[in-house]
């Protein structure tokens, strides 16, 4: 089954207690670009610069990504820096600078148009919706969001919502959309905004799957290392969206079965900075992790 997602390509400047790396790979469309190629061929949509190196387009281009989605223009690429308190409860941002990304338009080649599975990384609301014209059929489509198009973008936010299939959404964000404490009550309230499925993204404490008629709880993987945070919900939608698009089918134990493939996935993440750790965790790796997962939360 086809997967498309389309987001951002990015070089990260991150600074955790255990040190600094400048410039990394980053970038939504990055993480979930990698991550998913764990479980299916994936056909990427972004923007970078002429400073964007070779070697990390090799990468993409070893790991079954399909990058004539990926644009070059004349430019610096998308650049973000941030620093993370020591116990990881904060993270401060010392720069984003849009460079290419602030003119992103992106336009589908005919081979990514009629997906069987969309992702809708955070982006301007106008884009995503752009990209949703665009396609043709009746993907399987998922989207994120965050503060700052609720904020500005309500109406287009809104009518993103009652296009998409799932929505991936955190504690604050969900607060925010809907006026509603209650995390349950704000996560239904956005199920009758459009979305089937609704993904309640709650860090360190795992995610939270609404379904039809019920719910699902995934804690995220106890782990000794804990490097860099970064990306981590974009490798959750990687693996979650990928498991979805091996399946080829979605159904309330495909969906279970993708939560905890996205939490699997996002632990080996955020052991090492940017997306090394995923240069060397193959498949085998990644079920051994899942039977963990299961054996914690078993009786």
């Known amino acids: 089954m086809s997967l498309v997602v389309v987001g951002s390509v990015a070089f990260d400047d991150v600074e955790t207690r255990y040190g600094r790396r400048n410039p990394v790979l980053g970038g939504s469309a990055a993480y979930f670009s990698v991550v998913a190629s764990n479980f299916t061929a994936v056909n990427m949509v972004a923007v970078v610069g002429d400073d964007f190196p070779d070697e990390h387009v090799d990468f993409f281009k070893s790991r079954s990504i399909d990058i004539r989605g990926l644009e070059r223009k004349p430019g610096?690429?998308?650049?973000?820096?941030?620093?993370?308190?020591?116990?990881?409860?904060?993270?401060?941002?010392?720069?984003?600078?849009?460079?290419?990304?602030?003119?992103?338009?992106?336009?589908?080649?005919?081979?990514?148009?009629?997906?069987?599975?969309?992702?809708?990384?955070?982006?301007?609301?106008?884009?995503?919706?752009?990209?949703?014209?665009?396609?043709?059929?009746?993907?399987?489509?998922?989207?994120?969001?965050?503060?700052?198009?609720?904020d500005a973008e309500p109406v287009l936010l809104k009518e993103l919502i009652s296009r998409v299939d799932l929505l991936t959404i955190n504690d604050e964000e969900v607060r925010l959309l809907t006026g509603e404490f209650n995390l349950i009550k704000a996560g239904r309230m956005i199920q009758e905004m459009g979305p089937k499925y609704l993904i309640l993204?709650?860090?360190?404490?795992?995610?939270?799957?609404?379904?039809?008629?019920?719910?699902?709880?995934?804690?995220?993987?106890?782990?000794?290392?804990?490097?860099?945070?970064?990306?981590?919900?974009?490798?959750?939608?990687?693996?979650?969206?990928?498991?979805?698009?091996?399946?080829?089918?979605?159904?309330?134990?495909?969906?279970?079965?993708?939560?905890?493939?996205?939490?699997?996935?996002?632990?080996?993440?955020?052991?090492?900075?940017?997306?090394?750790?995923?240069?060397?965790?193959?498949y085998a790796q990644i079920e051994e992790r899942f039977q963990q997962l299961v054996d914690f939360t078993t009786l």
């Open 76 to 150: 610096k690429t998308f650049f973000w820096s941030g620093k993370y308190a020591d116990d990881f409860s904060t993270r401060t941002t010392l720069a984003t600078h849009l460079n290419v990304f602030a003119d992103f338009d992106p336009v589908l080649p005919e081979s990514y148009r009629s997906p069987d599975f969309l992702f809708l990384a955070n982006i301007h609301p106008a884009l995503q919706l752009k990209v949703l014209n665009m396609v043709e059929g009746k993907p399987f489509v998922a989207g994120d969001t965050m503060n700052l198009w609720i």
């Open 201 to 282: 993204k709650k860090g360190e404490h795992g995610a939270l799957l609404f379904l039809e008629d019920s719910l699902f709880f995934t804690p995220a993987i106890p782990l000794e290392g804990f490097v860099d945070p970064t990306g981590a919900g974009d490798s959750f939608a990687g693996g979650f969206m990928g498991h979805l698009a091996r399946k080829g089918t979605v159904d309330a134990q495909t969906l279970k079965e993708a939560m905890f493939y996205g939490a699997v996935v996002a632990s080996f993440t955020v052991e090492d900075y940017s997306l090394e750790r995923h240069r060397t965790v193959d």
